[in-house]
């Protein structure tokens, strides 16, 4: 499902800052050689991602889900000067490529790229965080919410990935549901009843949940 006619887009990307060199790399190499290519964070949503950042200037950021680096460099970029993002993924396949970019991207010393199982790996992390970007697998999303909230500080923004999901999340009544849809019904319904965020779904791309921790 488009969610914004293509010129729009097009218009939009026009007068959106270029990417650079290494977020251009980074896409043409995922095109070419990864599988599943259109989950990478592209011009727009990467963009948005690193002024966002760049608004928190966040000490630390935790990325759920890394695939090729593309959006943990843009995050990386709004880092307070001495500040880590720590970004975890499953998938050991991608390493040699993403640590290659990281290294390209000049901010190593301050990206911890962990490999694992991030419901395993979250509750080893101390935190506290300023910025958390779910962006992993979707049926996980809620225990994500769950393990981060208590390590969030107040002020900490929340973001989670293609909470619109195509669309499917309009669905008509009879309709059967499959699994990841409902669980993503489910967290933007959570969201949207806790009390201790303040939340946005801005219509970006795939749609993109913003929570920000009150207190
Ligand atoms: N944030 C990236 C895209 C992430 S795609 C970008 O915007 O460019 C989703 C990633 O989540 C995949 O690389 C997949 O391997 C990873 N993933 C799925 N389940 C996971 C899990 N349980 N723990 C950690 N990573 C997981
Ligand atoms: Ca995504």
């Not at 050689?33 to 991602?49: A, D, E, F, N, V």
């Not at 998938?91 to 395993?120: C, H, K, P, W």
């Amino acid at each position: 499902m488009e969610f914004i006619d293509p010129s729009l887009l097009t218009y939009c990307e026009d007068h959106t800052s270029k990417e650079d060199d290494l977020l251009m790399k980074i896409t043409r190499q995922t095109q070419a050689k990864i599988m599943m290519p259109r989950m990478i964070s592209g011009h727009l949503q990467g963009k948005m991602l690193e002024l966002f950042t760049k608004m928190q200037n966040p000490k630390a950021i935790l990325e759920i889900g890394t695939y090729t680096g593309y959006s943990g460099i843009c995050m990386a970029r709004g880092l307070r000067t001495g500040g880590k993002l720590i970004t975890i993924d499953i998938n050991d396949e991608l390493e040699t490529m993403v640590r290659g970019f990281f290294e390209e991207s000049g901010l190593t010393s301050q990206i911890d790229y962990r490999l694992g199982n991030a419901l395993e790996i979250i509750p080893t992390l101390p935190g506290p965080f300023d910025m958390v970007f779910i962006d992993a697998d979707k049926i996980n999303y809620r225990k994500y919410y769950d393990l981060i909230i208590d390590k969030m500080n107040s002020g900490g923004i929340i973001l989670a990935d293609n909470v619109l999901w195509s669309g499917k999340i309009l669905v008509e009544k009879g309709q059967k549901i499959d699994k990841d849809t409902q669980a993503i019904l489910d967290f933007n319904a959570m969201i949207q009843n806790d009390p201790r965020v303040e939340n946005i779904l801005l219509p970006i791309r795939d749609g993109v949940m913003m929570a920000r921790k009150i207190q």
